[in-house]
């Protein structure tokens, strides 16, 4: 029965006995279900078929029950998730709309007005003002101005008739009503919803909406650490129950939980725009990708081993189970090193709990998602043979170094330069040392965080950048001479410094949402790499170490041991 159920769900929410399951968790806990009353009929037709009812609501119970000694051994009392629809452009376009920037706060251009654009008759330009800057923007078929603006400010947006803003901007829906089904999936990854593209009937001018839904660990049917959802989409079904749920929802793209405020339901001051969970699953039967449509299925299913490793982070990872099987509080090795850096340190305390200027939020949930990752971008068995060449523990070195590669950044912003690594290096070398880290280590990891170098490179690279052709390539040349001189510096080999330093650079990237997105490829392990790895071709040649022989053995190898 267990089986049956949950392998029909991932085909269909909407099926028959999905349906029998929303109905059984609506009857057994008091909850809401939107079923008609044929739906209804045909699901008790259905339970029929595998025990009644009765047999279904059972086990609703029991696997509830199951759950929340999960989320109690886990140490939390509640859940923040995410779930994208596919809704008519005409009903969103119809609500009203509040733009914030990455760290949630309004942004509010002014002076905005809409003037003929000469170049092109018949073509409009939305021309206004922000942060003391002027603006120009094109106006778009079926765009508002409102929204030529939004898009002119966005992150990465074209800066030919002006600034570029250079965050990110989020789009609010703030008149929103939700009516919710006898059971939803959700995912706890924010870019599974916010790449969402719908399958089924789609409807009229599509347009994404993404909720973020703040839940009580009471609504929590199941989680992914059962192994019965759609472990791809890291995927959480939530009851429909009387249990005050928080929402709120966001135009294209939803920002993280971190950076912005939870959510919080307004009342509508317009239009409001109603989203009735069970009726959109009748069009769109199932909101993940594992389905039997095309394209959303294929994309999806080439990403399963990427991000299969990721659950939910409180659970196998971050809070590994104890000789008698239960769920831990301890955390994860990069949880734990922060947590001690936090307890001797107080300064790092209190900076961890600072705003990272980023879309992530605080330093600390920034420098958690690099811990994270770190493993995969560099084997043990690698940093094994760099520290037997080095002399020490570089793994435990880099472990510390991570953790600390952003602590001085609110310092920096507060200045007005985040590039400004001062701040980070006076913390970081009173740290190392404090933690017994010999003046030796303390010289390479400031050598490997002291600069940006190749992350300035890579913007300024870009499409919108200055460097082109020659001159990128010229310049990228510099930057591995850069890198070759500060590994001479502190005499480590320039292969293994090389090594250190990409694999910083891309597990640091690659813990920026937007950044991993768009300009990043992931293989199956995990292991991210630039799209453009072409234009560090320079720099990765230095990672490549020439043949040896070995002094010991008088062997030719193809690695130096």
């Given at each position: 029965?267990?089986?049956?159920?949950?392998?029909?769900?991932?085909?269909?929410?909407?099926?028959a006995?999905?349906?029998?399951?929303?109905?059984?968790?609506?009857?057994?806990?008091?909850?809401?279900?939107?079923?008609?009353?044929?739906?209804?009929?045909?699901?008790?037709?259905?339970a029929?078929?595998?025990?009644?009812?009765?047999?279904?609501?059972?086990?609703?119970?029991?696997?509830?029950?199951?759950?929340?000694?999960?989320?109690?051994?886990?140490?939390h009392?509640?859940?923040?998730?995410?779930?994208?629809?596919?809704?008519?452009?005409?009903?969103?376009?119809?609500?009203?709309?509040?733009?914030?920037?990455?760290?949630?706060?309004?942004?509010?251009?002014?002076?905005?007005?809409?003037?003929?654009?000469?170049?092109k008759?018949?073509?409009?330009?939305?021309?206004?003002?922000?942060?003391?800057?002027?603006?120009?923007?094109?106006?778009?078929?079926?765009?508002?101005?409102?929204?030529?603006?939004?898009r002119?400010?966005?992150?990465?947006?074209?800066?030919?008739?002006?600034?570029?803003?250079?965050?990110?901007?989020?789009?609010?829906?703030?008149?929103?009503?939700?009516?919710?089904?006898?059971?939803?999936?959700?995912?706890?990854?924010?870019?599974?919803?916010?790449?969402?593209?719908g399958?089924?009937?789609?409807?009229?001018?599509?347009?994404?909406?993404?909720?973020?839904?703040?839940?009580?660990?009471?609504?929590?049917?199941?989680?992914?650490?059962?192994?019965?959802?759609?472990?791809?989409?890291h995927?959480?079904?939530?009851?429909?129950?009387?249990?005050?749920?928080?929402?709120?929802?966001?135009?294209?793209?939803?920002?993280?939980?971190?950076?912005?405020?939870?959510?919080?339901?307004r009342?509508?001051?317009?239009?409001?725009?109603?989203?009735?969970l069970?009726?959109?699953?009748?069009?769109?039967?199932?909101?993940?990708?594992?389905?039997?449509?095309?394209?959303?299925?294929?994309?999806?299913q080439?990403?399963?081993?990427?991000?299969?490793?990721?659950?939910?982070?409180?659970?196998?990872?971050?809070?590994?189970r104890?000789?008698?099987?239960?769920?831990?509080?301890?955390?994860?090795?990069?949880?734990?090193?922060?947590?001690?850096?936090?307890?001797?340190?107080?300064?790092?305390?209190?900076?961890?709990?600072?705003?990272?200027g980023?879309?992530?939020?605080?330093?600390?949930?920034?420098?958690?998602?690099?811990?994270?990752?770190?493993?995969?971008?560099?084997?043990?068995?690698?940093?094994?043979?760099?520290?037997?060449?080095?002399?020490?523990?570089?793994?435990?070195?880099?472990?510390?170094?991570?953790?600390?590669?952003?602590?001085?950044?609110?310092?920096?912003?507060?200045?007005?330069?985040?590039?400004?690594?001062?701040?980070?290096?006076?913390?970081?070398?009173?740290?190392?040392?404090k933690?017994?880290?010999?003046?030796?280590?303390?010289?390479?990891?400031?050598?490997?965080?002291?600069?940006?170098?190749?992350?300035?490179?890579?913007?300024?690279a870009?499409?919108?950048?200055?460097?082109?052709?020659?001159?990128?390539?010229?310049?990228?040349?510099e930057?591995?001479?850069?890198?070759?001189?500060?590994?001479?510096k502190?005499?480590?080999?320039?292969?293994?410094?090389?090594?250190?330093?990409?694999?910083?650079?891309?597990?640091d990237?690659?813990?920026?949402p937007?950044?991993?997105?768009?300009?990043?490829?992931?293989?199956?392990?995990?292991?991210?790499?630039?799209?453009?790895?072409?234009?560090?071709?320079?720099?990765?040649?230095?990672?490549?170490?020439?043949?040896?022989?070995d002094?010991?053995?008088?062997?030719?190898?193809?690695?130096?041991?």
């Amino acid at each position: 029965l267990i089986q049956e159920i949950w392998s029909r769900w991932k085909q269909s929410s909407s099926g028959a006995l999905s349906q029998a399951l929303q109905l059984a968790a609506a009857n057994e806990f008091g909850g809401h279900h939107r079923l008609t009353a044929e739906e209804v009929e045909g699901a008790k037709q259905t339970a029929d078929e595998f025990g009644g009812m009765g047999r279904l609501q059972a086990y609703v119970r029991a696997q509830w029950e199951v759950t929340q000694t999960v989320m109690n051994k886990s140490g939390h009392d509640q859940v923040e998730v995410y779930r994208g629809l596919m809704l008519p452009g005409q009903e969103v376009n119809g609500t009203s709309h509040e733009y914030v920037g990455s760290t949630g706060e309004p942004i509010q251009p002014t002076n905005m007005r809409v003037v003929d654009n000469p170049p092109k008759p018949g073509q409009k330009v939305v021309q206004f003002e922000f942060a003391g800057d002027k603006f120009a923007v094109e106006l778009g078929a079926n765009e508002t101005p409102e929204q030529a603006m939004m898009r002119r400010l966005a992150r990465g947006a074209a800066s030919g008739m002006g600034k570029s803003y250079g965050r990110d901007v989020y789009t609010k829906l703030p008149a929103l009503q939700l009516q919710r089904a006898g059971a939803q999936s959700t995912t706890s990854t924010r870019q599974v919803a916010n790449d969402w593209n719908g399958v089924g009937i789609r409807p009229e001018d599509p347009t994404r909406v993404v909720l973020r839904i703040a839940a009580p660990a009471t609504s929590i049917l199941s989680l992914p650490v059962f192994g019965q959802n759609a472990q791809s989409e890291h995927e959480l079904v939530l009851m429909g129950t009387n249990d005050r749920w928080y929402w709120d929802a966001w135009r294209t793209t939803a920002p993280g939980f971190g950076s912005h405020p939870r959510p919080r339901v307004r009342k509508a001051d317009t239009h409001p725009l109603v989203l009735d969970l069970q009726a959109l699953d009748r069009g769109q039967p199932h909101w993940l990708s594992d389905t039997d449509f095309t394209g959303v299925q294929a994309r999806a299913q080439r990403q399963v081993g990427r991000r299969a490793r990721r659950v939910l982070k409180w659970e196998e990872e971050e809070h590994p189970r104890n000789p008698q099987g239960e769920f831990t509080k301890a955390g994860s090795r990069g949880a734990a090193i922060m947590q001690h850096l936090k307890d001797q340190h107080p300064l790092v305390a209190k900076n961890y709990s600072r705003s990272s200027g980023t879309e992530i939020g605080s330093v600390a949930a920034h420098t958690a998602d690099v811990l994270r990752d770190w493993p995969n971008q560099i084997s043990s068995k690698e940093l094994a043979g760099i520290s037997r060449r080095w002399g020490s523990d570089v793994g435990k070195l880099m472990d510390t170094t991570l953790a600390l590669h952003d602590i001085g950044k609110p310092d920096a912003l507060a200045e007005g330069n985040k590039y400004n690594s001062m701040h980070t290096v006076k913390i970081l070398h009173d740290v190392l040392a404090k933690e017994g880290f010999s003046p030796k280590d303390v010289a390479l990891a400031t050598e490997l965080i002291n600069h940006d170098l190749i992350g300035r490179f890579m913007i300024q690279a870009g499409e919108w950048g200055e460097l082109k052709g020659d001159e990128r390539t010229a310049r990228a040349h510099e930057i591995a001479d850069l890198i070759r001189q500060k590994a001479e510096k502190v005499g480590m080999d320039v292969a293994d410094f090389a090594t250190l330093q990409l694999a910083f650079y891309h597990t640091d990237s690659g813990a920026y949402p937007y950044v991993r997105r768009n300009f990043m490829r992931e293989d199956a392990h995990g292991k991210v790499s630039m799209k453009r790895a072409e234009w560090l071709a320079p720099l990765i040649a230095l990672t490549a170490r020439k043949r040896a022989i070995d002094c010991q053995y008088g062997r030719v190898l193809r690695v130096c041991r």
